[in-house]
């Protein structure tokens, strides 16, 4: 991780991210954060934010088919040095 940018503050500030989740808007016993992220010039960055509708003909058949979801955003975990990295090596 180092080898790719990572300092040590961002590493133990990823450690806590788990910590501050928000209440996911379909699982109300699941906490999450979702982003759609854009890898270019050696940087990753959030894309604008969507919302989107899973639905039967996608195989999501649930009692919410159909329904718009909204995401809490990843803020400044997409700066951190650690979550760069990662996303990098994988």
Do not use: P
């Amino acid at each position: 991780m180092k080898s790719l940018g990572t300092s040590d503050y961002d590493l133990n500030a990823l450690r806590k991210t788990s910590n501050l989740l928000k209440k996911d808007s379909t699982l109300n016993f699941r906490e999450s954060r979702n982003g759609r992220l854009v890898y270019e010039n050696k940087k990753i960055y959030r894309t604008e934010f969507h919302s989107f509708v899973l639905s039967a003909e996608e195989d999501f058949v649930r009692h919410d088919s159909g329904k718009v979801r909204n995401f809490y955003g990843l803020q400044e975990t997409t700066t951190n040095t650690a979550f760069q990295s990662l996303l990098r090596f994988k």
